[in-house]
């Protein structure tokens, strides 16, 4: 995994919680999607259709996309899903079933000083359920469109020269490709690091599976269920970040709606933040890096050798025995990984860093560890061993990825916010982490980087959520 400590970046690993503005970004594991099933001879007796999703909502005057999942248990050979508006047309712009498992019902911004009621009947062969969405009132300006771009008066236009970001093919579920990315004005540094005074429209969308590591074409809605359907847009990650004279004096605000269409060499992103309209305009290759581990890179996963056949040369510029001190300003972060190295257990990664008038300076150890649980809610405490083959209780030993990425379990030295004074990737030893049941926990590291130095720490602090 890449640190990105006192600044923003992609990491290939996860892009999740991309609040946390001093390390990385990282992607979480979602909601499955429901299989595509072949269709079989069966009678409509025996069909089994089942909305998983609720049947009332509440949606605001902007107007919003909702998911609708459903289930079928006993597929009827040439039968579909069909939709039907029994009241409050006027509410409704669009309804798609963009997947087998989805229906998209997207509703119009509501700009009458008057509450909306729409009803509409979902079925499948002799089955039936009725969706019913409450929409509030609007102010009566007509200027309630939300992010649809039917209104060329925006808050705030961008023009965004980088796309930076990566695909994920369909590690999070089946049917649908996942992509996650940056659009901005000044892109990112060859340390995958973001610059200063600047603003980053992050998007987590998917789309439908085809192994391309181009962003696929088509228009994508902005979906609050986050079911993880072709052609939408994960509300949970999505976000606007806009950093400040340095780095660290980043703001992060989630979108509360969002439709992106992408065109030939060409995303056009409406979103809304704050009750503020935002309108990004992108030109350019549509290509992203390519983290899914389908065409042969390492994409992470439960292999013996997770390098991907790499000699693991020696990183390392220790000439000596090293022992990791962490005094006045730091800070300590954990991030849960989900069962990354799909061994059935939860990878943490937890970052301990010397900070200077809030910069990252000094020592900082990256520590990524497999636990004997499958906790998302930082479970980590337990004894380590550090090993290149994952697994129950390994400290995962560090290795440079093909991105030039730092994975693994890493000591940096940094000088400033964007160079080292030194590094060493860590392949032996033990670590033991402790509940000191305060609040407080203790790391006890007895490690070895690849030129058998010995680098030692013993600390106790707060270890807070990232």
Same mark, same amino acid.
């Given at each position: ?18 609040? &946390? ?26 069909? *089994?259709?089942?909305? %998983? ?14 998911? @609708? ?6 597929? #009827? ?24 498992? #989805?229906?998209?019902?997207? @509703? ?7 509450? &909306? ?40 236009? @961008? ?18 490709? &996942? ?20 603003? !980053? ?34 509300? $949970? ?5 806009? %950093? ?27 979103? %809304? ?8 305009? !992108? ?47 730091? &800070? ?5 990984? =989900?069962?990354?190295?799909? @061994? ?28 004997? *649980? ?23 030993? =560090?290795?440079?990825?093909? !991105?030039? $990425?730092? #994975? ?30 305060? =609040? ?27």
């Amino acid at each position: 995994m890449l640190i990105f400590a006192g600044w923003i970046g992609i990491n290939h690993k996860q892009i999740n919680n991309m609040n &946390r503005i001093f390390t990385i970004v990282a992607i979480a594991t979602m909601a499955l999607f429901v299989a595509c099933e072949k269709p079989i001879e069966g009678s409509e007796n025996d069909v *089994n259709f089942k909305l %998983t999703a609720k049947n009332t909502y509440d949606v605001g005057a902007e107007g919003e996309t909702i998911a @609708v999942t459903y289930t079928i248990a006993n597929p #009827v050979a040439g039968t579909d899903v069909t939709t039907t508006i029994i009241s409050g047309n006027e509410a409704i712009k669009a309804i798609t079933k963009p997947a087998v498992g #989805v229906v998209l019902v997207e @509703v119009k911004a509501n700009t009458t000083t008057e509450k &909306r009621l729409a009803v509409i009947n979902i079925s499948y062969a002799t089955e039936a359920y009725d969706i019913v969405i409450n929409q509030a009132a609007g102010s009566g300006t007509g200027n309630n469109n939300g992010n649809n771009g039917n209104n060329d008066e925006f808050d705030v236009e @961008v023009k965004a020269l980088y796309l930076n970001g990566y695909y994920y093919g369909e590690k999070y579920g089946e049917g649908a490709d &996942r992509y996650a990315f940056f659009l901005s004005r000044k892109g990112l540094n060859n340390g995958g690091q973001a610059h200063p005074e600047d603003s !980053y429209y992050y998007i987590d969308a998917f789309a439908p599976a085809n192994k391309s590591t181009s962003l696929p074409l088509g228009t994508y809605l902005f979906d609050k269920t986050n079911s993880g359907a072709p052609y939408t847009i994960n509300s $949970q990650n999505s976000q606007l970040i806009v %950093t400040g004279t340095t780095v660290e004096e980043s703001t992060t605000s989630y979108l509360t709606d969002a439709k992106m269409v992408v065109a030939a060499n060409q995303i056009t992103l409406y979103v %809304t933040i704050d009750g503020k309209r935002h309108k990004v305009n !992108y030109i350019g290759e549509l290509a992203v890096e390519d983290a899914s581990g389908e065409n042969g890179d390492n994409g992470g996963g439960g292999n013996d050798d997770v390098t991907g056949g790499q000699d693991k040369e020696a990183k390392t510029t220790l000439t000596g025995d090293y022992n990791v001190t962490f005094d006045g300003e730091h &800070r300590a972060k954990w991030g849960y990984e =989900g069962d990354y190295w799909q @061994v059935g257990y939860s990878n943490y990664t937890i970052f301990i860093m010397n900070k200077s008038n809030g910069y990252v300076i000094g020592d900082t150890l990256q520590l990524d560890v497999i636990t004997d *649980n499958q906790s998302k809610d930082g479970d980590f405490y337990g004894e380590y061993t550090c090993s290149y083959t994952p697994g129950k209780n390994v400290m995962m030993a =560090g290795f440079t990825n093909n !991105y030039a $990425q730092s #994975v693994g379990t890493w000591l940096f030295d940094y000088a400033s916010a964007s160079a080292y004074n030194g590094y060493a990737m860590i392949v032996d030893g033990t670590l033991k982490i402790t509940d000191n049941g305060d =609040g407080t926990s203790t790391i006890v590291l007895d490690a070895y980087d690849c030129l058998n130095n010995n680098i030692t720490c013993n600390w106790t602090g707060v270890i807070e959520k990232d």
